[in-house]
C-alpha cells in the first residue's frame, strides 16, 4: 500500500476537503471511527469479504476496494457471512449478471440471521438502468449501489451508509465521467504482480458489446502518474506487471501531450528491478508497427499477444463494427508471428453473432488454423440491451450456435496443444505463483507466454523467477523442474 495518509492525523470537525484524493482520506478517517467503536461492542474488527466478476479491470478495482477497507480497519473474511460483502459485478454476458442474481438470493438468507451485515454492490452491472429498477424491487435488502465512474468516492459512500438514518438502498451511480483520482490505497491479491491501469472506457463501441455504456468514453491516465506508480510497486517487491486498458493500442490519443503505447512501453522498460510486463487487450486495427518493433526488441515485455478476433468472416466483422477483414488480421498475425517467433498468441471468439451463416463459421476456423492460436476464449453470442446488435433482426438459433462452438472449441483446442506441443524440453523462464492446493509440495510458475508449469517446489519460491525445464507437455500446461532459482 502507498500514499497512506495517516487516518488519525484528520481534524474531522472540520468541512470535509473538495479536492480528491483528501476528500476520501478524510471519509477513510470518519469510517475508522465506525470500526472502532465496532471493535469496542464486539471485541473484534468487522470483516468484509469482496467476490470480483469479470476481467482484470474489475480485479483491479476490487484491489482498490480492499485498499480503503483495509484502510479503515477491516479484516478481510473468506465467506459471505462477513460484517460487510460486496460484489463487484461483470455485465459483458448475461450469464454474469445471473450469477450475480444467484449470490444475491443467498445473500439474503444470511442477512436475515444478521441484520446487522452490510451489503454493496459495484461495477459494470450496476451501470445498467434495468438492473437497478430489478434491485429496487426485488432486493431492497442491499445497502449500497454504486457504479464504475465512482469507485473513488467508495470511503465517502461508506459513511454514508453507517451515518443513514433512513431504512433503505443508497444508490449514486454516474453516467460517465473525465475524472482520473491518483493515490487512493491499494490492498493488491499477489505481492510479487500487480495490474496497473493504463487507460479507463473504451470508444469502439463494436456492435455486440456494452463495455462502452458502462466504462464511458476512453481517457488516459499521464504517462507519468503511471511510471510513478510502477516505480512504487517495484520498491514494494512487485517484479511483473499487467498495463491494463479496454484498448491499450489507443493509449494517450487524449493526453495533453499525446504519447503512444508504444512510446509509454518503452519509458516503462526503462523501470529498473521491474522483470516483466504484460498489457491486455489490444485492439487488432490499433495494433501499430511500431509496436511490434519494441515488443521485438524488448528484454521484459512477455511473449503473449491477446489479439481478439471475434469472428473470422469479414461479413460478421462488418456488421460487428470491427473495422479490419479476415485478411488484414490473419496478415497482422503472421507478421507478428514472423517477427517475434516466441511470441504466444492468444484470442476471443464469438459464435452466433446474429445472422452467422456455417460459412461464417467455416472463415473463423480458418482463422484459427491459420494463426495457430495457443489459447482462445469462446464465447456464445449473448444479446445486450442497449447494443446496436440486440436490435439486429436474424439471432441465430440455439441448435446452431451449440453445434458450431463445439466444432470451433475442438479446432481451438488442437491448434493450442499443438502450439504447446513445440516447446516441450525446452528451459524457460517461469515467475512462480502458488503453491498447488491439492499437493504442496508443487509450485505453478507462468512462462512469458502466459502458459503455466507445475513444478517440485514450496512457498519459499514464491514470486521468484526460477528456470524451468518444461519435461512434459499436457497440452494447456506443462510438468517441469527447476533448472535454477534466479537471485532476484
Ligand atoms: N456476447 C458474447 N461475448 C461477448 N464479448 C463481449 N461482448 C459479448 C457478447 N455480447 C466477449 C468478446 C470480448 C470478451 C471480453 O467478451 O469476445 O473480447
Ligand atoms: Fe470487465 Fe467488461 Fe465485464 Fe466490465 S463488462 S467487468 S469491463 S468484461
Redo the contacts with the bound molecule.
Sequence with gaps: MYYEADLDKIDLNSEPPSEEPARQYYFMAKCKEWVREFERKNGRPPTAFTQT??????ARDSEKLAGILKNIGYTEADSEKADFVIFN????RDN?NQRVYGRLGELNGYKRKNPEMKVALC???MQEPAVIEKLRKSYSFVDLVFG?HNIFKFAELLCTVYEKEQKGMIIDIWQDTDKIVENLPVERKYPFKSGVNIMFGCNNFCSYC??PY??GRERSREPGEIIREIERLVQDGVVEIMLLG?NVNSYGKNLDEPMTFAQLLREVEKIEGLRRIRFMTSHPKDLSEELIQVMKESKKICRHLHLPLQSGSTDVLTRMNRRYTKEQYVELALKIRKEIPDIAITTDIIVGFPGETEADLEDTLDVVRKVKYDNAFTFIYSKRTGTPAAAMENQVPEEQVKTGFDKLLKVVQDTAKEQAAKYQGQVMEALIEEVNENDNHMVTGRLSNNMLVHLPGDASMIGKLVNVSLDQCHGFYYIGHAADVQLL
Design positions: 466478476f469479470g476481467c482484470q479491470m474489475n459485478t461483470c455485465t459483458v454474469a461495477g459494470c452491472m464504475t456494452i463495455v458502462v466504462r479496454q
